[in-house]
């Protein structure tokens, strides 16, 4: 995919920062900007940008969405243990990270009015091939103790994962992330840890980053397939924001025949001993499995996300 604004990869956003005169684009100033009709930003360069530029399709997707979910409320989930606001609108959100190429396509549409919506951001965030997240290595390989708990790389899966271990108090799977879109437990009970944000504990962001839909509700990234760690079946996490609120958080799933195709291939080869798939995760959800399609080296995956973009229960 090219992006229309190729050149402003990489900047800077934070929900933590508003739009400064020159400086970083804030997450929080961007979202105040998507919400006013031909809202714009300043980048740090000084150049004045529209958020809905931020997101671009070079390829007619409307058949594929057409296969991919509906207008129905998109299942909430907890955003697990290791999301914290990356800092990154971009499009491609690989960095260094070696793996089969995966292009990630959304749709957000209105779940009331089942038409796109335009000028929501959304974030997405997964681990690389060998199951550790950016800006939680330690906690994700096990040696550090991870926020919420766990260890994708191998060691104690996060608290609350989907191991059978219900946490202490709750239903199976735990109560949803405090303020959850949707209001209820995650789809089959699950939960992946801690509802509270994380602290990063080093300076990676690899396989995190945000876009802004276009008018047609649509953002795509460029990034790989992700790897697995053990506990969870393999997966992307996604937040939609609309108007500085989070109305959606929820994870993507893969066929498990493309899945143990990519597997079988380096680098994921080397990280074997996978325990967790789409039949046993406690979090999966058919609703939430991608349209998955070859793409030239790799593949294409779309899904629609339906969102109460208003928060009024319907």
């Not at 959304?106 to 951001?121: K, Y």
């Not at 001993?273 to 046993?280: A, H, P, Q």
Request: proline share 5%; aromatic share 6%; net charge negative.
């Amino acid at each position: 995919m090219r992006h229309d604004l190729d050149h402003h990869e990489g900047q800077r956003v934070s929900r933590r920062r508003l739009i400064a005169g020159i400086g970083s684009v804030g997450l929080a100033g961007l979202l105040a900007a998507c919400g006013r009709d031909g809202g714009t930003v300043t980048t740090s360069t000084g150049e004045t940008v529209s958020p809905q530029a931020t997101a671009s399709t070079s390829t007619d997707l409307t058949a594929l969405f057409g296969e991919a979910n509906t207008c129905t409320l998109t299942a909430s989930t907890t955003q697990g243990p290791y999301y914290f606001d990356a800092d990154k609108i971009r499009s491609d959100i690989r960095e260094d990270r070696e793996g089969t190429r995966l292009r990630v396509a959304v749709r957000v549409q209105d779940s009331e009015q089942c038409g796109p919506l335009a000028n929501a951001v959304v974030e997405i965030w997964h681990c690389d091939a060998e199951g550790l997240y950016s800006g939680a290595e330690a906690q994700s390989s096990g040696a550090g103790g991870a926020q919420g708990g766990g260890a994708p790389g191998g060691g104690t899966p996060p608290s609350g994962a989907p191991d059978g271990t219900p946490p202490s108090g709750g239903p199976a799977g735990g109560a949803p992330p405090s303020g959850a879109p949707g209001g209820g437990a995650a789809p089959g009970g699950g939960s992946e840890g801690s509802a509270a944000d994380l602290t990063p504990t080093d300076d990676k962001r690899y396989l995190r980053g945000a876009q802004v839909t276009n008018s047609d509700g649509i953002v795509e990234f460029t990034t790989i397939w992700p790897g697995w760690y053990r506990g969870r079946t393999t997966h992307i996490h996604a937040m939609v924001h609309v108007d500085n609120n989070r109305v959606l958080t929820t994870q993507m799933m893969f066929d498990e025949a493309l899945n143990t195709k990519v597997y079988a291939a380096a680098p994921y080869s080397a990280h074997t001993g996978r325990d967790t798939f789409n039949d046993n995760d406690t979090i999966y959800a058919d609703s939430m499995l991608m349209k998955v399609v070859e793409d030239g080296d790799g593949y294409l995956g779309v899904l629609n996300f339906s969102v109460d973009s208003d928060q009024d229960g319907a």
